[in-house]
């Protein structure tokens, strides 16, 4: 399985970005997925998940109610919708898979190779 993520770009604060996850290879549904995101300088950390059946979805609190994470099992894709975008949001998105709903890193097997979002004031 391989994960792609696509849809950043530089964005001016306020704005907002639909970030992609296209899921290729042998694949089931009962995954669930999450975006991390990695500041320069900082370490990884949580921002969205979403369980496998798309009845449950977590947020960082810094992020919830301006980001929205939704998935279309049909076209095996995992979106993130960002709203409000501050300066600090600026990272590389990653997207990942796993068998555990979660919001540690170390419970997704399976990584992107990230998209990298700006953000300016």
């Known amino acids: 399985v391989q994960l792609q993520a696509s849809g950043g770009g530089l964005v001016q604060a306020g704005g907002s970005l639909r970030l992609s996850c296209a899921i290729s290879?042998?694949?089931?549904?009962?995954?669930?997925m999450a975006w991390f995101r990695q500041a320069p300088g900082k370490e990884r950390e949580f921002v969205a998940a979403?369980?496998?059946?798309?009845?449950?979805?977590t947020y960082a609190d810094s992020v919830r109610g301006r980001f929205t994470i939704s998935r279309d099992s049909a076209k095996n894709t995992v979106y993130l919708q960002m709203n409000n975008l501050k300066s600090e949001d600026t990272a590389l998105y990653y997207c990942?898979?796993?068998?555990?709903?979660?919001?540690?890193?170390?419970?997704?097997?399976?990584w992107g190779q990230g998209t990298l979002v700006t953000v300016s004031s």
């Open positions: 990942a898979r796993g068998l555990v709903f979660s919001m540690n890193s170390r419970d997704y097997t399976t």
């Open positions: 290879g042998r694949t089931t549904v009962s995954h669930s």
């Open positions: 979403i369980r496998w059946d798309a009845r449950r979805s």
